[in-house]
């Protein structure tokens, strides 16, 4: 694991109980270290989607906490926020809790390299998921994904 993944790993252990105490779930945690400006970026997600005031008393709690915490000692920037409605699906759980809805997934290598899928999300597992394209259904592993992310009619 390296640098940037043990910084979000570590991020994600301690904002979890202080979200989870507000109602919130974490949806995942981004570090983007620069050299002029690095970012950390929490998304915060619950039931019905979060408002500003909702992102706003989290990042004090969380910014107050990894100041104590000193995990990070370069300066950055941080910004909480709701995943938005074209989300990433980066985990194989933003798949299970996003089943139902429209996503749009570019497969990498192998002879599907750079297609393109647009369906709905029927089932996910522990190895893949299955999405409801014009074609019919198709099951596809985590690892052929080269990214995925929401969608919705008329975008």
């Known amino acids: 694991m390296g640098v940037k993944e043990e910084i979000e790993k570590r991020v994600a252990e301690l904002v ?7 109602g919130l779930e ?5 570090w983007n270290p620069g050299r002029k400006h690095s970012y950390l970026k929490v998304y915060i997600n ?11 008393k989290v990042s004090l709690q969380i910014g107050d906490l990894l100041d104590v915490e000193n995990l990070i000692t370069t300066r950055y920037f ?15 759980d933003h798949y299970r809790k996003s089943l ?3 996503a749009k997934v570019v497969l990498k290598g192998g002879k599907g390299k750079g297609k393109t899928l647009l369906g709905t999300l029927v089932a996910a597992d522990d190895e893949g998921f299955n999405l409801m394209t014009e074609e019919g259904e198709v099951r596809v592993a985590y690892e052929e994904v080269a990214r995925a992310r929401l969608d919705f009619e008329g975008l």
Request: proline share 5%; aromatic share 2%; hydrophobic share 25%.
């Open 16 to 22: 979890e109980p202080v979200l989870e105490e507000e």
């Open 26 to 30: 974490l949806y995942d945690v981004e």
């Open 46 to 56: 619950k039931e019905g989607g979060v408002d500003l005031g909702d992102c706003e």
């Open 78 to 92: 941080l910004e909480v926020s709701s995943p938005g409605l074209t989300r990433e699906l980066k985990k194989r």
């Open 100 to 102: 139902g809805s429209l």
